[in-house]
């Protein structure tokens, strides 16, 4: 082999690389900026029912701090959650003069706090004894206006990422990142409607367009798949086929699908990843869908059983619904149902070698 | 840690394994068949307007009503209220005015167009008086006479289902499914003793603005007896059925499927009114001293039920922990020995009613008279009242004791207080302003005090659930959800290699008839 030959490749290779690490790190900056400023609303609304109840108590004449905090969590929430909390009360009582010590040795009365939480809301009890007599002091947020709970999830040997959440059902994701511009490509089941949204490298919508076209039927079992060419996107529905270009969003094509031969499926085959290592090929398994389960996703090595001693096991917060591939087998993105929040996200993944 | 790990991984493709060997693996939900549901209760009214507030009977109404009409809003299982009828919603910062927007397109299954004044009709006649509904041409307008920040939770429950009343006097929804047939309970032909139970039959309503749903037909059989409908779980002649608390740990050692709501159910003691002398309030602590309820949840109903303090559940209010019922036999001997002899509960004996029915109820009553005579106070239990109803329970005003039980049917718990207390003897209304969950505290506190009212346990609702039954999702709070429920198929690996799709051939019989 000519070795003068291979070093241009090599280093267009190289530049690609560095060029699609930069447009990958691009996004992920865009998509925990626009994260951030969601979550710092939603840490408002948590940080806001914790000083309504600080406010509370701290009026009531008599209470005087260092207090002993006694706190309560529901039983449901993680530990991360009722930390997330705790660390709120506290913060807010702070801001009141009314601290709690640390010591157990140090005598001061105790502030007994339960979070709880109910179909709707959170609610938030402070109990403590004044005199003779008990005081209660109780205040509630809506759930909906709370940052999502974090579940924790058992690390295996993939790499993953959460790039994008929405509370509207998500039924496919596609990366954009070797387009101009990056980016992911997700299709919607919005309101019993089939809508594709292409969000830029900072989660910004760019284009959404409907599917009104297809004029589906509603659907108890909605599923789609994208598989965008350039500007270019065909849409796999049920029983129809869309066509669209992100360029002319009021152009969209619909077609019935013929009648498929037995045993043949009209979506993708199991999504492929390469490990990085010694390329060889993997194929994703999505190894349940029940929707009250923690989803599994299995990865196993192509052609290897389901189930096979080698194959390589995520556990997400809820049922995987999709997964779909880049075309360099560098890694997939997986659409899973968050059983926590009720939110759908959407994950990026790829094979990491060892352990 | 690295071992929990591998134990883990060890565990999953373990299961993996035996998911590929029932080959249940990731199998596409399947449309078709019909669902077998059996239910205790012996008929069922799908007229929101008559049902009785807190009774049992309409907890299976509302069962079989929610497949047949759908709500403005539903509450998904994130705390978030979702768009069912209404497709958006607004109201003033008092929380006195509210508009509501309807789905375009959304139709009663017999294909007529749902509009405004439908909805607002429906929902007059079975919001409360507090709350005016009107309709504008484009949206349902609710005014409250006074502020109602929990609105959205009392249209997501209870009887507050959308309908329209046809000119036969039947109801007809938007729901997942319409009523297609309907037999009344006859003496069984082979055994003219027994009795053949009511069903009804369900079909698809292909049109649902929802989607279809994935089975054809629900089958609804009325009246069955708890172990009867065990038995037919277990022979496969069921998929869903009520299993009664005393049968789960049967179940579970016989190794079903069962599946428990959040407490549902307040099981409890009232005071009749005629006890209203000083010594009165004696003989109530006496007795609210006396009740063992730890030994009622965890013997009598063989821990399938939790101890109540409280009037309202703490998956309802988030405080009920905060209520406390200490059993002190002794404390309870010393009010007994104030009080006089002429007395109710002293010499003479309390009188005590089971108005809910079935044995378990009579059994925990006997257990309340137990427990009385332990702290020396007299109980006996009277004839059965009416078996059925609860308003009967606390509206009654005969000398002594009433054993209740009261089914929760709203998701607000103001609501949920006030229409306890609306139905007692003298129909006490919860103050709007404990729309606040501070105040509705200091009110539910206040009621506990009085011991009018004893809690004794909260109980959930058991469901036993056929292996072949998918998707299985109900809420906390009882919605069974059953349009989204999907049946494997009989011959599953045809199911697998084939697209499940809708079936779009179906017979459709005229919708809209009434049991």
Sequence with gaps: MDSSAEHPRTENSARFFVALALCAAALAAGLLFLFASRASAEDNALQDAANRLAER?????????????????DIKWTEGES????????DAFDDRSLSFTQDPATPAPSLAVYAEETPAHV????????GERDEVRIVQVARALLPPAELPVTPVRLNRQLIFESSDRILDASSLWS???????????KNFEVVA????????VQKEISLAAANLKPTRDPRGEMNPQGSFVSVQLLDKTCDFSWDSSKDVKCH???????????????????????ESDWKLIIASSEPNARG????????????????VLSEFPGPVLNTSGEANLNGALVVVRNLRTGNYEVYKISLACGD | MRSIKSLWLVAIRLALAALIGSSLLAAPPHYGGTLRVKLRAASVSLDPREWTPGSLSMAENEKVAALVYDRLVTLDDYGKFQPALAMEWTHDASFKNWQFKLRPGARFSDGSPLTTAHAATALQSTLGKNLEVSATDTSVNIHALHPAPDLLEQLASGRNFIFRAQLDGTLIGTGPFFVAETTAATPSETNPAAIKPAKIRLQANENCWAGRPFVDFIEVTLGEPPLRQLMDLQIGKADIVELAPDLVRKGRQEGLRIWNSAPLTLVALRFDDSLASPAADQLREALWLALDRDTMANVLLQRQAQPAAALLPQWLTGYALLFESPMSLERARELRASLPEGEPGAAQALRLHVDAPGDLFKLMGERVAVNARQANLQVQIASPGNANGLSSALSASADGLRLFAWRYDSLSPHAALDAMLRQMPD??????????????YLQERRLLEERRILPLVFLPDYVGIRSGVHNWNATPWGDWRLADVWLESEDSSLAKSSVATPRENSTVRTPGAKP
């Design chain 1, 83 to 90: 930390e997330r909390w705790q660390q709120a009360v506290i």
């Design chain 1, 296 to 311: 599994v996703l299995q990865v196993v090595p192509d052609g290897a059983a389901l189930g096979s001693d080698s194959s």
């Design chain 1, 123 to 130: 609610v938030l009890t402070a109990k403590f004894h004044l």
């Design chain 1, 256 to 278: 019935a699908d013929k009648p498929l031969p037995p045993g043949k499926s009209l979506w993708r085959p199991p999504t492929g990843l390469a490990a990085p290592c010694d």
């Design chain 1, 179 to 189: 387009t101009e511009g990056g980016g992911l490509a997700l299709l919607f089941y």
């Design chain 1, 57 to 73: 108590v701290s009026s009531v004449p008599g209470l005087k701090g260092p207090l002993h905090l006694d706190w309560h969590a």
């Design chain 1, 197 to 204: 949204q292409r969000i830029d490298a900072k989660g910004a």
């Design chain 2, 427 to 440: 129909g006490t209304e919860v103050p709007a302003a404990a729309s606040d969950p501070e105040q509705l």
